[in-house]
């Protein structure tokens, strides 16, 4: 079965830290670009990382930049996104997504864009930042 599947997510105080996974099965991670993007009540979608394949280049909103960090592990399937200093306002929802690396999906994420045309997308994985 080709899917995404996310783990990490949890409740976590403010100014603390989560790390998320995202585990491809059925394909390689490494012929993708992989994004991730939160979805919270009542606001649009947003991404807020992306890394490409081949060059690892990474993408970053303003809103995150600094608190995230996303990186690949291939010889897992997994890319993982390091989140420090969370805030209330990054509760979400948080999915990833794969890319065809022709799609050239990732400078959006750099504008918090959620790019159509993946080929894949996770379920997603809930993280709460309350006190």
């Known amino acids: 079965q080709l899917q995404l599947v996310e783990s990490g997510g949890g409740l976590v105080q403010p100014g603390g830290s989560l790390r998320l996974a995202c585990a491809a099965s059925g394909f390689t991670l490494d012929h993708y670009d992989i994004g991730w993007f939160r979805e919270a009540p009542g606001l649009k979608r947003e991404g807020v990382s992306c890394i490409n394949s081949g060059d690892g280049i990474t993408y970053y909103p303003d809103s995150v930049k600094g608190r995230f960090t996303i990186s690949r592990d291939n010889a897992k399937n997994t890319v993982y996104l390091q989140m420090h200093s969370l805030r209330p306002e990054d509760t979400a929802v948080y999915h990833c997504?794969?890319?065809?690396?022709?799609?050239?999906?990732?400078?959006?994420?750099?504008?918090?864009?959620?790019?159509?045309?993946?080929?894949?997308w996770g379920q997603g994985t809930q993280v709460t930042v309350s006190s």
């Open positions: 997504a794969a890319y065809d690396m022709d799609m050239r999906a990732c400078p959006g994420v750099r504008h918090g864009l959620s790019p159509p045309g993946y080929d894949y």
